[in-house]
C-alpha cells in the first residue's frame, strides 16, 4: 500500500512556473514508477509524466515535452514536477501516481494521490 500526497499547485501567471510535489509512504517507494496526471474540467483525466525507479527513463506527454521535468528522490520519498512556461492549457487538477514493477506509470497505475489544484491565467 501507497499513500500519495501531492503539493505546490497555486495560482500562476501565464510564462510562470511551479513545482509540485509529492510524498509517498511505504519502506518500497524505490520499486514503484511514479508519475503525474491531470484532468481539466469538463475533460478525461491524461497522462503527463512518468520517472522509473532508478529515474533512468522519463516519459512525457507531447504536449508538455519540453516544458516540464520529472524527477524522484528516492531517499526522501518524493518526486517532483518543475513546470516551466505554463499556459491556460496547464490549468487542470495535477495528480501524482505510482505503479509497482513498472518502468512506467501510464496507462494504468496502482495507487493515486488527491490531487492539487494549478490554474494559469492569461
Known amino acids: 500500500q501507497v499513500q500519495l500526497v501531492e503539493s505546490g499547485g497555486g495560482l500562476v501567471q501565464a510564462g510562470g512556473s511551479l513545482r509540485l510535489s509529492c510524498a509517498a509512504s511505504g519502506r518500497t517507494f524505490s520499486s514503484y514508477a511514479m508519475g503525474w496526471f491531470r484532468q481539466a474540467p469538463g475533460k478525461e483525466r491524461e497522462f503527463v509524466a512518468t520517472i522509473s525507479q532508478s529515474g533512468a527513463y522519463e516519459d512525457y506527454a507531447d504536449s508538455v515535452k519540453g516544458r516540464f521535468t520529472i524527477s524522484r528522490d528516492n531517499a526522501k520519498n518524493t518526486v517532483h514536477l518543475q513546470m516551466n512556461s505554463l499556459t491556460p492549457e496547464d490549468t487542470a487538477v495535477y495528480y501524482c501516481?505510482?505503479?509497482?514493477?513498472?518502468?512506467?506509470?501510464?496507462?494504468?497505475?496502482?495507487?493515486w494521490g488527491q490531487g492539487t489544484q494549478v490554474t494559469v491565467s492569461s
Open positions: 501516481a505510482a505503479r509497482y514493477g513498472s518502468a512506467s506509470c501510464n496507462p494504468a497505475p496502482d495507487y
